[in-house]
């Protein structure tokens, strides 16, 4: 029988979540209008920001990087730890390998600009055996497993990809004891540095130049399918243990064990999941709530829980572009080019099944939950990219009344070498340890998306009050946020129905948006007879970055047959469109723009259709990081490796999470 979560477990998500995220236009402005309205809800003891904003700042930071605390950085090189994450993220350099033969560091990255806010999210499946692997006086020091752990001999790694890639994982006995507890003991070591580095690293002062959060990664990968995510809390009270995958192997046993040792059994502790890699998971990832359950009831509760679990998705990374797929079966829209970018897997692909037989890539069958997703195999699901994610909660939403999906968007790096947000493309130094080495990042290993296939991965971007932990989790947990590619641009979405002609102009735009309208990640409602929703869409380009080219709306909605659609609607920018880029110098020949802005109403809005909108900014093509690195150096010294297949282009972007339309009587 399908898992059913408890009541009170739903019950305490919703208090502390969701009672934020549905509001009317007319709600939001009543609020704005309030002098001394509070503008965040402090959980700790610190000092009140300088530069609060009742309208929200931008910061940028990176929720998705790997240490030497993790089981796949350290064995393969990496030395740092969350202590230098922190440190590199706040503009200091570190070393990163490799290291000479002494122990000495050979190489150091340093990041161009600071960010404002991080968490290192180590694997929490093997702190345990990590400590006890790696500790010469620790008792099981020279068991095989042990040394494979410590690359020493044997099978290395595979002993442990395969406990997460069992839907019924397991600890290995001759590290861990018979029931396991051995290492869930020794693992509170590693989970308590990781919390007092990010203590340390926490700036509490007025200036707020600095905010962690306390954070680990659930690494599960049930039949090689990618159902990885990121757990962040808060504040610094957090669980005794950082649940892994072995303790808590689905998404539903994951949120009620942090309901019960975080909500409910630590005072003041909150959290929230953030999923990561859909592109990778074959449809296990956000599988329909409509066919999961057996009773609807269920589906219904569990799909409230997962919302006010999950109110944010890590959109693009190191592994690829989880934005949207061209071509997928049942989802009804005109190809959009950018949905190939960075795009990691291919229908036709040549591949192999767990038995060792050949296979070609496909699309699923209509829900089909396939294998091998994370290694670029096994079939394409529409539910493993956000746009079609989302028309699925629509769908869902009109079966068992819950949109299951009602997602925001977020971005991170993955990086496993502590270098916290390093998406320069012109520097990026790669993702593991082996890829420092520039003919390694060359190269296409063809399964996994690492070397070539890979890219140096995205930021989190937040429009919050100030930055500081209840501000940034606040922002986090009403979806007012967005994702990029990695370079520093700032979008902006609201939803109304009476925004003024000269929006754009004005010097209090934003305050604007909020007055006359609700933000990214909001529900509009309560329109009035015969309207059509306005969209105040705006973008600022990062001034060390490439110009905008285009903002662009994209929509998405279930038609009275069931079927769903999306349409993409250039509203910004169209005039920047032509150019190209001088592949030896980087320059495009084209316009482009410091900042795009535009007032768009929905052609074809139809009233009593549930919808979604959400923004997409775009710059001007830029040189990727596998041509930029090549033409830097001198032709005699380019490796044979420059000579490949990967594109030469990008084009940088940003999405901002949705606003979703609900229908008069719609849930």
Not at 183 to 209: F, G, H, K
Not at 388 to 395: A, F, R
Request: proline share 6%.
């Amino acid at each position: 029988m399908p898992h059913k979560p408890t009541g009170l477990s739903i019950l305490a998500f919703l208090l502390c979540g969701l009672a934020q995220q549905a509001m009317s236009a007319e709600t939001l402005r009543t609020r704005q209008a309030q002098p001394g309205a509070s503008l965040v809800t402090y959980t700790e003891d610190r000092q009140v920001c300088i530069d609060r904003n009742a309208n929200r700042n931008a910061y940028f930071g990176d929720l998705h990087i790997h240490t030497a605390y993790s089981y796949d950085a350290r064995p393969l090189g990496t030395r740092t730890t969350p202590a230098d994450a922190y440190r590199f993220a706040k503009g200091e350099a570190i070393p990163i390998p490799p290291y000479a033969e002494d122990g000495s560091v050979l190489m150091t990255q340093q990041l161009e600009r600071p960010l404002d806010f991080a968490a290192v999210t180590d694997h929490s499946e093997f702190f345990g055996e990590m400590k006890l692997c790696f500790d010469e006086d620790s008792e099981v020091y020279d068991v095989n497993s042990c040394r494979f752990l410590r690359g020493e001999s044997g099978e290395g790694l595979s002993p442990f990809i395969r406990i997460v890639i069992s839907e019924n994982p397991e600890r290995v006995t001759e590290i861990c004891g018979e029931d396991g507890s051995d290492c869930l003991e020794a693992s509170r070591s590693l989970w308590q540095s990781t919390r007092d580095m990010a203590e340390e690293s926490y700036d509490r002062t007025s200036a707020c130049r600095f905010t962690t959060f306390v954070g680990y990664e659930h690494t599960g990968t049930p039949k090689s399918n990618n159902y990885h995510r990121n757990v962040v809390f808060r504040n610094d009270r957090v669980p005794e243990y950082a649940i892994s995958y072995i303790e808590s192997p689905t998404d539903v046993e994951l949120w009620d064990q942090l309901t019960a040792q975080c909500l409910e059994g630590v005072e003041g502790c909150d959290v929230l999941a953030i999923p990561h890699n859909s592109n990778l998971s074959s449809g296990a990832m956000f599988p329909s709530y409509i066919s999961r359950f057996e009773s609807s009831d269920t589906a219904r509760e569990t799909a409230e829980l997962r919302n006010a679990m999950e109110p944010v998705m890590e959109v693009f990374q190191h592994k690829g572009n989880s934005e949207c797929f061209n071509g997928l079966p049942n989802i009804l829209g005109a190809e959009d080019e950018l949905c190939e970018q960075e795009q990691v897997r291919s229908v036709g692909r040549q591949a192999f099944s767990f038995t060792g037989a050949p296979t070609v890539v496909r699309f699923c069958e209509e829900g089909e939950i396939g294998t091998r997703g994370f290694v670029r195999t096994g079939c394409i699901s529409k539910n493993d990219f956000f746009r079609s994610i989302l028309l699925t909660g629509l769908q869902d939403q009109a079966v068992i009344g819950v949109n299951s999906y009602k997602m925001g968007v977020i971005a991170s790096t993955d990086g496993h070498i502590s270098t916290t947000g390093d998406t320069h493309e012109h520097g990026w130094p790669g993702h593991l340890a082996p890829e420092t080495d520039f003919e390694t990042r060359l190269s296409d290993r063809g399964s996994s998306p690492f070397g070539l296939s890979a890219n140096p991965g995205g930021l989190a971007g937040v429009w919050a009050v100030e930055n500081s932990r209840d501000a940034i989790f606040e922002s986090l947990r009403r979806k007012e946020v967005f994702g990029t590619t990695g370079t520093r641009i700032q979008p902006r979405l609201f939803a109304g129905w009476d925004f003024a002609d000269n929006a754009c102009e004005l010097t209090d735009s934003a305050a604007h948006g909020y007055a006359r309208g609700i933000p990214m990640g909001g529900d509009l409602s309560d329109g009035p007879s015969g309207a059509a929703p306005q969209l105040f869409v705006s973008a600022l380009q990062d001034p060390d970055a490439a110009q905008l080219q285009k903002l662009q709306v994209i929509k998405g909605w279930i038609d009275a047959g069931g079927k769903a659609h999306y349409k993409v609607f250039d509203v910004a920018g169209q005039q920047n469109s032509a150019g190209e880029v001088d592949l030896q110098t980087g320059t495009w020949s084209g316009t482009g723009a410091a900042d795009l802005c535009a007032v768009f109403k929905d052609p074809e809005f139809d009233p009593a259709v549930a919808s979604y909108y959400y923004l997409r900014a775009v710059e001007v093509p830029t040189l990727r990081w596998s041509w930029a690195q090549c033409i830097a150096l001198p032709a005699e010294e380019r490796p044979d490796a420059c000579d490949n297949d990967a594109p030469k282009t990008i084009q940088e972007m940003a999405w901002t999470s949705p606003i979703w339309y609900l229908p008069p009587g719609g849930g």
